[in-house]
C-alpha cells in the first residue's frame, strides 16, 4: 500500500478544472485511472494506520461524477479526491474524512456530519445536564492544538423545549459537531503527510469516546446496546 500522495494529482485536478468536460476527461481517463489506483491505495494504507488506535469499519473514496441534477453547476466532474473513514457500529460513533484539491484546499474534518433526530437530542440533554467534560475536552491544549473548535451548523436560538438562557447554550444549539484542519498543497505532497492525517485523527479520540458513551447510553448511564 502506498505512502505516498501522487505527484501528477494536483497537476491533473487543475487541468481538469480547465477542460471540465466529457471529451477531454475521456481522453485523459487512463491518466485518471491511474492516479485513482495509487489515490486508493493511498486511503487503504491510511485506513490500516487507523487501525492501529481504533476500529475502522469500511474505507470509502467517493467517486469522481458529480451529481449535476439539483445543481447550477453543470460540470460533469469533481475536481478533488474525497474519501471517508467510518468506525464500528453501532458502539463507536463518529467519522473521518481525508479531501484532497490543488490550490491549498486540502482538509481532513472529522466528527458528526448529519447527526439523527434522536442522536441530537440526546447529545443536547447531555450537554444540558453536565457540559463540563465536553469543554475540558475542548480547552485541552494538546487536542485544541490540532482541532481548535467546533465547526459547522448551529441554530440562531435555543431549540424547542431548551432555555435561550442555558450556560451550555453555544453547544447546545448545535445541529452539527464537526472539527476540520486545513492542508498547504506542499504539506500534502510532504512525506510524512499520511503519517500526520493519522497522527491528527489520533488526536481526536478523547472526544469520540465521549460522544461514543453519551450515544449509547440513557441520561441515567444506562447502556442502550
Not at 147 to 168: I, Q, S
Request: aromatic fraction near 14%; proline fraction near 4%.
Amino acid at each position: 500500500m502506498s505512502q505516498q500522495i501522487p505527484k501528477g494529482l494536483f497537476p491533473f485536478f487543475n487541468k481538469l478544472k480547465k477542460n471540465n468536460n466529457r471529451e477531454w476527461f475521456t481522453e485523459h481517463k487512463p491518466e485518471f485511472k491511474a492516479l485513482e489506483s495509487e489515490v486508493k491505495a493511498v486511503y487503504n494504507y491510511l485506513g490500516s494506520l487507523m487501525n492501529e488506535h481504533d476500529q475502522i469499519e469500511k474505507t470509502k473514496i467517493f467517486r469522481i461524477y458529480r451529481d449535476v441534477r439539483f445543481s447550477k453547476n453543470k460540470t460533469p466532474y469533481k475536481t478533488h479526491f474525497g474519501g471517508s473513514f467510518a468506525r464500528r457500529k453501532p458502539e463507536l460513533r463518529g467519522g473521518y474524512y481525508l479531501h484532497l484539491q490543488p490550490n491549498n484546499e486540502s482538509f481532513i474534518a472529522t466528527g458528526f456530519w448529519e447527526p439523527s433526530k434522536e442522536d441530537l437530542l440526546r447529545i443536547r440533554k447531555e450537554f444540558e445536564m453536565d457540559d463540563s467534560e465536553m469543554r475540558g475536552i475542548l480547552n485541552n491544549r494538546a487536542f485544541n492544538s490540532v482541532w481548535g473548535g467546533f465547526v459547522g451548523d448551529e441554530l440562531k436560538t435555543a431549540p424547542k423545549g431548551f432555555d435561550k438562557e442555558h450556560p451550555a447554550i453555544d453547544l447546545i444549539r448545535r445541529k452539527q459537531f464537526i472539527f476540520t484542519k486545513s492542508f498547504t498543497d506542499k504539506e500534502v505532497m510532504a512525506d510524512g503527510f499520511i503519517n500526520q492525517v493519522n497522527s491528527d485523527f489520533k488526536a481526536i479520540r478523547p472526544f469520540f469516546d465521549y460522544m461514543s458513551d453519551v450515544l449509547t447510553t440513557n441520561l441515567n448511564g444506562e447502556s442502550l446496546l
